[in-house]
């Protein structure tokens, strides 16, 4: 069974700052990888989906990039803002369609 | 629709009792996802359809939990005789297909509360 771990589990971050969040999975044959953000009480956002083919997406201040070989992935946040606070999921998707989704790393990005 | 719509928002409801939770995908997506957030548990994938289909039901927690959709459109994910461990936000995705570019949209969940 596919197992999806994000380090860190919180992260704290004064305003204008550069940041890494990392995401590993256990079974290399996925479909596709993708980054959501939640808000505290509301539904997710995606933000970068990488199919397995792909290496890296970027979308404004944000890249992410995958390395099926070794399970990893991670979101690059740069000039972060306040605004960016939220947790960040990273969701695997295996070939039956399934998907699974890692515990989150909760974002604080101080002022 | 504008996006995916989930109703009711929030479910209150009695042990024992049955609850039907209704998911409204975006217009002409035919994927539909259904997924579980339990307090300090993380989401937890349950079931999806491709049109009216759903070809592995493997995920759904119990044989109380069932899920059917209709006209390849609005879904419902019912649970029979829920249980207080049913208490959790049900979250529904939907995307434009299966492909593996094909991005998933969330719903702002039903929270449901078992007493």
């Known amino acids: 069974k596919q197992e999806v771990t994000q380090i860190p589990a919180a992260l704290s971050v004064p305003e204008g700052e550069n940041l890494v969040l990392n995401c590993s999975f256990t079974?290399?044959?996925?479909?596709?990888l993708q980054w959501f953000r939640q808000d505290p009480g509301k539904g997710l956002t995606s933000l970068l989906l990488?199919?397995?083919?792909?290496r890296e997406q970027t979308s404004g201040r944000l890249n992410a990039s995958l390395d099926k070989s070794s399970g990893r992935s991670t979101l690059y946040i740069a000039a972060s803002q306040p605004g960016d606070s939220a947790t960040y999921l990273c969701?695997?998707?295996?070939?039956?369609?399934?998907?699974?989704f890692g515990a989150g790393t909760r974002l604080t990005v101080k002022p | 629709g504008a996006g995916v719509s989930q109703s009711p928002s929030n479910k209150v409801t009695e042990k024992g009792k049955d609850v039907e939770l209704r998911c409204d995908p975006i217009?002409?997506?035919?994927?539909l996802y259904w997924y579980r957030q339990s307090l300090g548990q993380g989401l937890e994938f349950l079931i999806y359809?491709?049109?009216?289909?759903?070809?592995?039901k493997s995920g759904l927690p119990s044989d109380r939990f069932s899920a059917e959709r209709t006209g390849g459109s609005v879904s419902t994910l019912t649970i029979q005789r829920t249980q207080q461990e049913d208490s959790a936000v049900y979250l529904c995705?939907?995307?434009?297909?299966?492909?593996?570019?094909?991005?998933?949209?969330f719903g702002a969940g039903t929270r449901l509360s078992v007493l």
């Open positions: 995705a939907s995307s434009f297909g299966v492909s593996a570019k094909n991005i998933q949209y």
């Open positions: 079974d290399s044959a996925i479909y596709n």
């Open positions: 990488i199919q397995s083919s792909q």
């Open positions: 969701a695997v998707r295996g070939n039956n369609n399934d998907m699974r």
């Open positions: 217009s002409g997506h035919t994927a």
């Open positions: 359809f491709q049109g009216n289909s759903a070809p592995d």
